[in-house]
């Protein structure tokens, strides 16, 4: 090449960077303006706004990244993050969002598997919610108002607070984002009782493209249902939820035993899909299932195994739940010294694996210790799988040798509610949800491709045994692996290809819904649902 056409080309790259921040700048000021516009004064969006330059900006973004996968310096970065403190801060950045044509990301807690919350490809802000944090709890009526950057420790802590024998049907994880968590649906180890934390929202605030706020009466029973597992940020900004408290007793019990391949796990696993839909409401049994390395002594090198864990919650004390055990899963063994009884708020503790003793101020804390790379699929099972082909699973998983998975119970409650009462549909004819998962410490594109290609593996290999025509998914285990939107004229086939799998013959009442409340598609993203073609 030319020193001629060196020259130029690095005048031309230098034009790019220039327009780059000039163009942001612009970007910068308009939105500055339109706020100004909305009573958003300067000095208070100075307190909330934090584009690239402001000495916070990476701090702030990367507080709610709960996966190292969003963290590496080619991840595309937001234009500017808006940290609003009440609800007309978030009237403002929708309406001027949209006045600038720029795309919305809303994030709650950060735990969006494949990042889509705080991730785009094109020019994008961030609308986080953490500030939003209120939670009003009425033991009178059993009911709470929780805004949407509420984690659901917090949610957990203050019914805790007020009753020690009310509680409510969500997620294990305590830093979990009230906002996406039950906006997608609310899965926990109380659904064989209670069904979903969407079973259980009887009213919600939500901010529409207009940068109205609407209640439940106000927004009309369609979009209500919508917001209940269709996912909040494909129809607006949900400011809060209303929920119906569910009663525990004063006393549950927990156990956990774990089984080799040598100690008969692959019958156990076998009995279990057999009986764990069916087996009292008052229990839930949760299966790990991991590869694991056995120490020898004698053999030059380790043999690799599996080892299921058998994790679960019974609503009652250790005598009952033993009863049902030797009733209806005796080959198990269950004996006495296996459980623990304790409070319900204890029990949260226990299966956020925080250790015996820790206080219950824990659930306060919205970090996470460590954040690895991450990757994580679903399934749902429906008939049970043979033994020979458990144990051809188990060659499978020692072969991969890293991923791990989740067989989560289903029945109970889960069985009586119809698929279209909420947009979440796995429903009755689910003996068990499977969560497939890897992680990993290595950083670089080639540790990333190794693991998530591990996974894909396990999970195509799981084909024949899941639900098919579609394969069914779980909108809160996001997965874009299943397809994506471009939001271009074919959004509606694209989004269709992912759509069935997450809400099966619910997706088109969802869409009908999105064409009446957003017909221009601003809410989207990368799985959101889709208007219909015009």
């Known amino acids: 090449m030319s020193g001629s056409c060196c020259r130029l080309l690095l005048l031309y790259l230098g034009f790019l960077i220039v327009s780059s921040y000039a163009a942001s700048d612009s970007v910068h000021d308009n939105f500055l303006q339109c706020l100004s516009n909305h009573s958003i004064t300067s000095h208070q969006a100075s307190s909330i706004f934090y584009a690239r330059t402001n000495s916070s900006f990476t701090n702030v973004l990367q507080s709610y990244i709960r996966n190292e996968r969003f963290k590496a310096p080619s991840t595309p970065k937001p234009l500017i993050i808006v940290t609003p403190t009440d609800e007309s801060q978030v009237q403002a950045t929708i309406i001027c969002s949209r006045e600038i044509g720029i795309q919305l990301r809303i994030r709650s807690g950060g735990h969006d598997y494949d990042g889509l919350s705080y991730v785009s490809d094109v020019p994008f802000f961030i609308l986080d919610m953490f500030n939003l944090r209120s939670i009003n709890v009425n033991i009178r009526d059993e009911t709470a108002w929780v805004q949407a950057g509420a984690t659901l420790g917090e949610l957990y802590y203050r019914i805790w607070e007020k009753s020690r024998v009310h509680g409510f049907p969500a997620g294990v994880c305590p830093t979990l984002g009230v906002g996406g968590h039950l906006s997608g649906g609310g899965y926990g180890n109380m659904l064989r009782k209670y069904g979903l934390s969407v079973d259980h929202i009887v009213d919600a605030q939500i901010v529409n493209v207009n940068g109205s706020i609407l209640d439940r009466p106000s927004m009309g029973e369609d979009l209500f249902w919508a917001i209940r597992g269709g996912g909040g940020a494909s129809f607006g900004v949900i400011l809060s939820y209303k929920i119906k408290l569910v009663r525990v007793p004063e006393i549950v019990t927990v156990f ?227 397809g994506i939107s471009h939001n271009g004229k074919d959004s509606y086939q694209e989004g269709r290809v992912y759509g069935v799998k997450y809400f099966l013959n619910n997706f088109e009442r969802l869409v009908k819904v999105k064409t009446a409340v957003d017909p221009q598609n601003f809410f989207r993203y990368e799985q959101s649902i889709p208007p219909l073609p015009y």
């Open 256 to 482: 956990r035993v774990e089984k080799t391949l040598a100690e008969n796990a692959t019958d156990l696993v076998y009995k279990w899909q057999h009986i764990t839909d069916k087996i009292h409401n008052d229990l839930f049994m949760r299966l790990l299932v991991q590869p694991i390395t056995v120490k020898s002594d004698k053999a030059e090198k380790s043999p690799k195994t599996v080892r299921v864990t058998f994790i679960s919650l019974f609503l009652g004390d250790a005598t009952r739940v033993i009863s049902v055990m030797n009733k209806d899963f005796p080959e198990l063994g269950l004996k006495k010294e296996d459980c623990r009884e304790m409070s319900w708020i204890e029990s949260v503790l226990y299966w956020a694996n925080f250790d015996n003793g820790t206080s219950v101020n824990v659930l306060l804390n919205r970090t996470i210790s460590s954040v690895k790379f991450f990757k994580a699929k679903s399934d749902y099972v429906q008939k049970p799988i043979s033994k020979d082909d458990l144990e051809g699973l188990w060659k499978k998983i020692i072969e991969l040798g890293k991923p791990g998975m989740v067989f989560n119970s289903y029945g109970g409650r889960m069985s009586e509610i119809p698929a279209s009462e909420t947009p979440f549909p796995h429903r009755g004819g689910n003996i068990f949800k499977i969560q497939y998962s890897v992680n990993w410490h290595e950083e670089g594109a080639e540790a990333h491709k190794k693991y998530v290609n591990l996974i894909r593996e396990l999970h195509s290999y799981m084909t024949p045994f899941v639900s098919m025509s579609p394969r069914g998914a779980y909108l809160n285990y996001r997965d874009i692996d299943i």
